[in-house]
């Protein structure tokens, strides 16, 4: 019964803290930040074709870490991160939102909307 009652108090803290965790709005990012999801976004594309227009992403990009990322562009509400690997020299660039949340990703540098 005691483990009961300690499972339900674990599980409404979790939901609780997630809860007040995701209000409205989330703050800005630093760019450091930035640097460190956009890495593990394009980690999590190696050996898939993430269906985003450029085809399969090779595993060698599974060894980007964020030394190989730099802010490519910035804006009001936006970053544009630039990843390059390494063991071939291509790049990769993420697009995502001050907040953190990544919106697009393509091997060019251009995306539509952003000026």
């Not at 544009?80 to 907040?99: G, H, Q, T, W």
Request: with cysteine; aromatic share 8%; net charge negative.
């Amino acid at each position: 019964m005691k483990l009961r009652i300690t499972l339900c108090l674990l599980a409404s803290l979790f939901i609780s803290s997630n809860l007040l965790a995701h209000g409205d709005g989330h703050a800005p990012i630093t760019e450091q930040k930035a640097l460190v999801i956009a890495t593990e976004i394009t980690q999590g594309f190696a050996g898939i074709d993430p269906q985003l227009g450029f085809g399969k992403v090779p595993e060698s990009w599974s060894k980007v870490d964020a030394e190989s990322a730099t802010i490519y562009q910035s804006g009001p509400g936006y970053f544009i991160v630039k990843l390059v690997n390494p063991s071939d020299e291509r790049a990769l660039y993420i697009l995502m939102s001050a907040e953190g949340k990544v919106f697009d990703a393509n091997i060019s540098g251009k995306f539509e909307d952003v000026n």
